[in-house]
C-alpha cells in the first residue's frame, strides 16, 4: 500500500472514530492530526492568523503553522504514525477485537484497521 493509500485509510479512521471513549483523541492529538492533515494535503500554512478571540480557530492555525515547510509526504508519514501508536496503546488497554464489535462502533472501524495492519 502507498503512503498516499495509507494516509487516505488513516483519515477515514480518524474520522469515523467514535466521539468518546477508550479511542477518543484528546484536544492535543486531534490538534496534531488536524496540523498534520493540513500539511499533508495542501503545505505550509499560509494563511492569516485569526483573531485573539477565535480560540479554537488560532490554536488550529498554531498547530498547522508549528510544521513549517515539513514536506507533505513527512506530514503524511506523520499522520498515519500518530494513529498506529494511537491504537498500539488502545491494545495495552483493552481487547480491540471486543470494542470493535461493541455496540455503537461504526462497523467499517474493523476493515479500516485491518488495512493499517492492526
Do not use: C
Not at 71 to 79: C, G, R, V
Not at 91 to 101: A, C, G, M, R, T
Amino acid at each position: 500500500m502507498s503512503l498516499d493509500e495509507k494516509f487516505d485509510v488513516a483519515v477515514k479512521t480518524v474520522q469515523k472514530l467514535p466521539k468518546s471513549g477508550s479511542l477518543n483523541p484528546t484536544t492535543e492529538q486531534k490538534l496534531r492530526f488536524y496540523s498534520l492533515y493540513k500539511q499533508g494535503t495542501i503545505g505550509p500554512n499560509e494563511n492569516p492568523k485569526p483573531s485573539f478571540y477565535q480560540l479554537i480557530e488560532k490554536s488550529k492555525w498554531e498547530a498547522w503553522k508549528a510544521l513549517g515547510d515539513m514536506d507533505k509526504s513527512e506530514a503524511k508519514k506523520l499522520y498515519v504514525e500518530e494513529l498506529l501508536k494511537m491504537i498500539d496503546e488502545l491494545h495495552k488497554s483493552l481487547h480491540v477485537e471486543e470494542w470493535l464489535e461493541q455496540e455503537g462502533t461504526d462497523p467499517e472501524l474493523k476493515n479500516l484497521f485491518a488495512a493499517l495492519g492492526r
